[in-house]
């Protein structure tokens, strides 16, 4: 199963995103949930970098098999507020249609 979080502050500003698992919808390779959350956050990666040029935003990353963590240091700009509520949207999305293979970890 995929897990996945969201931590934000007060204003709702996502500072914290982690994906880690594996779905076990199919077997590796043909696995369309884990494919499709894959590149979720990929797409969302690349969006990241390319305004990361030439926007305010500060950000570090660790992908790696099976794990990603996201820690937004620092952002002043709507659109990036947006492309990282679209990857919680998509995920959500997603664990809507495959509620056995994603879950959403609540902030405690």
Known sequence: MIR??????????IVTIEVCGHALYAPKG???VCASVSTAIIVTLN?????????D????Y???????????LFF?????????????????????QYPKYLKKIKEV
């Open 4 to 13: 996945y979080f969201f931590k934000k502050k007060e204003n709702e500003k």
């Open 30 to 32: 043909r696995d369309i």
């Open 47 to 55: 969006a990241l970098e390319m305004l990361g040029y030439q926007k």
């Open 57 to 60: 935003i500060s950000f570090s």
């Open 62 to 72: 660790l992908l790696e098999d099976n794990f990603f963590h996201l820690d937004v």
């Open 76 to 96: 002043d700009e709507k659109n990036i507020f947006l492309l990282l509520s679209n990857l919680e949207y998509t995920l959500d999305n997603l664990r809507d």
